[in-house]
């Protein structure tokens, strides 16, 4: 409770100083709604008397004239009061003791005074958490402790640190001392600790990628572990509500590109805490040197055409005769093949392409080539498999013969190129691909040969299953057998179809660029600038195969400098150490 104090009193108007006069704490503090006492106590007195807050003390010769008229009769003396129920606005404020010691004494009389404060001393404490605010009102401050007195009832359990209590109150004592949250996990002895298998990774992993495509990352928790792992993700090192899984998934954006960590932690044990981290990148792409033109309609002059078949972006086919169809292309598909060897050719041959979804579109990812008994594949970003390794193009317009066939690899105009004895196909190295026939092109369009020609190139038959789908693909893709080509694509769409000036075998051509073009801008979704610039370039590419008497393409929609698509090309493959160009620094 309160405890008093021995003060210096100081004697009003008289010149020295006398000890031990009156009994009095300078200073009290009271909390709200307690009872207090103020000891106003002298052993050397005639009359005692307490002034309270509200009452005025008397003048210096008023309180002389009352110590003379007294008497010298001192004994012990207390007027001591007892305020009950303390309120600030009540009993706060400055209480004056007035003692009279007798005319005979000197001094005559003395007075002291001690401040009543009304304060809840821990109203305004910063003790955190769990932490106990234990006011000391007898100097008006306070401690934070972490003692809580718990009682000694048996009632186990086990936290989520893997740590056994007494019972709750203890656990909470614990929490209170080292700061570590803790919950309770099940009531009564912890179960056998099994500790999760974590895949670690030290390295950040990068990933390059565009807008508009999905990535998933992955935890690194291959097994989990008794109790179970807490996962945390975090995105530019702030915490992502919610996501505590074993997969992130998201949707590129340039708002969302940035630095991933997932913390995986067992029993709260931060000291053996496993972090992967990935970094998800948007190559730089020079929107703002794009042109916004729409494709012109200048005629192409045709000399020496072939028979080409163009896999657009969007699941639009031009087959070898010149007609069109969207199809539902998710998986590996026939798009060529040459199974018979009665029509002169050196070997038998074959391509399937390999689709997938870029930027929210159908879109070629690779093109694999089976020449005879030797097999090799072109992918996305210009990388060459061969026989699982890979092959790096050295140089620009440098033909490379591939081992074990009549076939060579080049890189030109912004093109894989892969030449055969019977064909050549084209792969801009993001989206979109060709197959153009070695045989002369007639007024007769070409037919394929039953039992010998097969694929999606030679008409839009279904094949012998669906779409000339490759393989089992149960699990992997499926196929929507309802797909219904858009409808509602931008008007200015035509204007990708162009007339030629030889309407003997080509009268245009362009038409799989004005359905490819559909489904990119399919209900006002619009075309992003790799789709549009992949999209021209296979126009193009195209229509110069068709018969353009060079190989110049408009590439409206393009960036200015070919090394910005180059490099923004690269980036949508498998990491390589060479490339088939050089810009700037980089090494072809």
Not at 25 to 35: T, W
Not at 244 to 271: F, P, R
Not at 359 to 381: N, P, V
Not at 524 to 548: E, F, P, V, Y
């Amino acid at each position: 409770m309160i405890r008093a104090v021995l003060l210096t009193i100081v004697l009003v108007g008289i010149a020295s100083a006398t000890f031990g006069m009156i009994e009095l704490p300078s200073v009290i503090y009271v909390k709200p709604g307690d009872d207090f006492t103020i000891p106003c106590s002298s052993d050397f007195a005639v009359v005692t008397k307490l002034f309270l807050p509200s009452e005025e003390v008397p003048p210096e010769e008023i309180k002389l004239q009352q110590a003379i008229n007294t008497g010298n009769e001192r004994k012990k003396n207390t007027a001591s009061s007892l305020f009950e129920n303390a309120s600030k606005e009540e009993h706060e404020g400055l209480y004056t003791c007035l003692v009279n010691h007798g005319s005979d004494m000197d001094p005559m009389y003395s007075e002291a005074t001690c401040k009543v404060i009304i304060k809840d001393i821990c109203g305004e404490s910063d003790c955190s958490g769990l932490e106990k605010c234990v006011p000391d009102y007898s100097t008006g401050t306070y401690t934070c402790s972490c003692e809580y007195e718990c009682s000694k009832n048996f009632d186990p359990l086990c936290a989520d640190t893997c740590d056994l209590y007494w019972n709750e109150c203890a656990m909470n004592e614990m929490t209170c001392r080292d700061g570590k949250e803790r919950e309770i996990m099940n009531k009564g002895f912890c179960p056998v600790i099994v500790s999760p298998t974590v895949r670690d990774v030290p390295e950040v992993q990068v990933l390059s990628v565009s807008v508009g495509e999905v990535v998933t990352m992955h935890s690194g928790l291959v097994e989990d572990g008794t109790p179970k792992a807490l996962l945390q993700w975090t995105f530019n090192g702030e915490l992502m509500e919610g996501e505590n899984g074993e997969q992130l998934v998201i949707e590129v954006s340039e708002g969302n590109a940035g630095e991933y960590m997932c913390t995986i932690t067992h029993c709260k044990n931060d000291n053996q805490a496993t972090m992967n981290q990935y970094k998800v990148e948007v190559p730089e792409y020079p929107t703002d040197e794009l042109s916004t033109e729409p494709p012109t309609s200048d005629d192409f002059t045709i000399s020496d055409p072939k028979y080409t078949c163009s896999a657009y972006p969007g699941g639009s086919l031009e087959t070898f005769n010149g007609e069109v169809t969207v199809l539902d292309l998710t998986c590996s598909h026939v798009l060529a093949a040459d199974l018979g060897r009665d029509s002169g050719y050196v070997d038998s041959w074959y391509i399937y392409g390999s689709f997938d979804d870029f930027q929210g579109r159908t879109s070629l990812h690779s093109m694999t080539f089976y020449i005879g008994g030797a097999m090799f594949e072109i992918q996305r970003g210009w990388l060459v498999n061969m026989n699982g390794d890979k092959w790096a193009i050295k140089e620009t317009g440098v033909a490379q013969a591939v081992p074990g066939t009549n076939c060579t690899i080049e890189f030109v105009d912004w093109h894989l190129v892969v030449a055969c004895a019977d064909f050549t196909a084209y792969y801009d190295g993001i989206m979109s691909g060709h197959i153009s026939l070695e045989v002369e092109v007639d007024d007769t369009m070409v037919e394929k040969r039953s039992g010998n020609d097969i694929g999606l190139c030679w008409d839009n038959m279904w094949g012998a299953r669906s779409n000339w789908q490759v393989g089992s693909n149960t699990g992997k893709c499926e196929l929507n057998q309802e797909f219904e080509v858009c409808d509602s694509g931008d008007i200015g769409c035509v204007d990708y179809q162009v007339e030629s000036d030889n309407a003997e075998f080509f009268a245009t051509c362009g038409a799989g660029a004005v359905d490819s073009c559909s489904e990119l801008t399919c209900n006002d979704s619009g075309m992003t600038s790799m789709q549009q610039c992949a999209l021209i370039q296979a126009r193009d590419k195209s229509c110069a195969l068709k018969g353009a008497t060079d190989s110049t393409v408009s590439r409206l929609g393009c960036p200015d400098n070919e090394c910005d698509w180059f490099l923004a090309v690269v980036a949508q493959g498998c990491p390589q150490d060479s490339f088939p160009f050089q810009c700037g620094e980089i090494d072809a």
